[in-house]
């Protein structure tokens, strides 16, 4: 086996019994044991059960199946072959984000206040994936409770990046990036919430999507900010992605946010080819904004000269409200989670804290010692702008300026088709540079926390390096349900250059 191998090529061998999927098990167990130690992208590893994994009971297939009305091809040619297999993933592990319930497995969101909690159920994603065949390494590390921007902010130590061991891989789906990038699985779940998938995959140089709101079932994803978490995968290349969001895909009558979707195969029409007549959105902030790193405007710059040799019409588009989008996300945001985190308190689940003298000291001692400082920091925030005295001030405006936005983008999308801008504004900065500059860390997010906020969808794909040697992302937003447009403009682009088939070196 090599490594780096993408879904593509992992299934295409197996099928060609180059390999067997017990070898393919193996392989990965070595290489998360390999790197693991400096990367700290995996906090726990399942030993002994994948080769029971690899081949599931023919159920899932029905299971998986049943989902659609009418299988998509790329799954079909998968699930009813006649051969041994039983998905399209059948034998391809990934890992999981610890946020992200796996069944008799603990499901600790990153934090010591469920260090102990083991899930009683799989999350609808991880049934998904299952019934296709695959199966989970183990919990990718990630900030807690998804709150951060850089994977510093986990009870079980930051994770490092692959390209730099002194630099932060993105976050909040920190483990997730950097064990895909590093070769340690071919492709990893992440959540995102305000830019947690798309920005880690800027900063691994892999491919990471946040797709429309509803899109992927939120059952038994433990949650941030429930009106923008949304799961999404992390691969090496477009393809691979667009196959797990074809699989991941689907209403959910557990999740009452699901959109009643039909099926869908986003791998169909990936043939490197732009559409005819596509319209592409310059976001002008992407050229003139301040706090845009120089080398990231360049190679966003060379991106958009190369959509302009292929004959796509290119235009710069002006958001003036897209400035605002931080601050609406970080409001709203936060209240959300001020109300999501309430049930922490040490008297149903999770952490307790011992030899207190009443309840009120229980409750406050538990949330003291079980809370990290970036989550204490939101939950007072998210109370402060709920409060009787400044709700109508902050998250009542918010709100509103989240219509606005949203009227905007709708605006825009009559115009253009797609629109760009690079995935994060700065480069992947050293573990510990923006520790005391929390702001300076949430405005990374400039690009990516907008539409989160309204609920459209971005991909991220490898656009360039630093002079460093670090990597940089251009993102690809549509409108509500453009998944399909998303991947064939993001595969078409990701065709023009060979940033996706470089991996750092040390992890082969």
Known sequence: MKSFMTIKALREALDKKEFSAAEVSSFYRAQIKKHNTKLNAVIETFDGESLADVAPAKAGVQTIISNFEVLPESLDSGLRRNDDSTGPLSGIPCLVKDLICQKDHISSAGSKILANYVAPYDATVIERIKAAGS???????????????????????????????????????????????????PFALGTETGGSVRQPSSFCNLVGLYPTYGHNSRYGIIPFASSNDQVGPITHTVYDNALITSILSGHDNRDSTSIAMGPQDYTKGLDGRFPAGLRIGVIRDSLEAEGVDSQVRAAFEASVEQLKKSGVTVKVIDLPNLKYG???????????????????????????????????????????????????????????????????????????????IRAEFTEAFKEVDVMISPTVSMLPFKIGALSHDPVAMYMADYFNVPNCAIGTPGLSVPCGFSREGLPIGIQFLGPRLSEALLYKVGHAFESLNDYHLRHPASYG
């Open 326 to 404: 931080i601050a609406v996300y970080f409001i709203i945001s936060r209240a959300e989670a001020a109300s999501n985190l309430s049930r922490f308190d040490g008297s149903l689940y999770g952490m307790r804290a011992k030899e207190k003298d009443n309840l009120f000291e229980m409750y406050l001692k538990t949330r003291q010692e079980g809370f990290g400082v970036e989550v204490k920091r939101r939950i007072l925030t998210g109370n402060y702008v709920l409060s009787a005295g400044h709700r109508d001030a902050y998250y009542t405006k918010a709100a509103q300026v989240r219509s606005l």
């Open 135 to 185: 199966y989970s390494l183990g919990r990718a590390n990630c900030d807690e409770f998804a709150m951060g921007g850089s994977g510093e902010h986990s009870a079980y130590g930051p994770t490092c990046n692959p390209w730099d061991l002194e630099r932060v891989p993105g976050g909040s789906s920190s483990g997730s990036a950097a064990a895909v990038a590093a070769g340690m699985v």
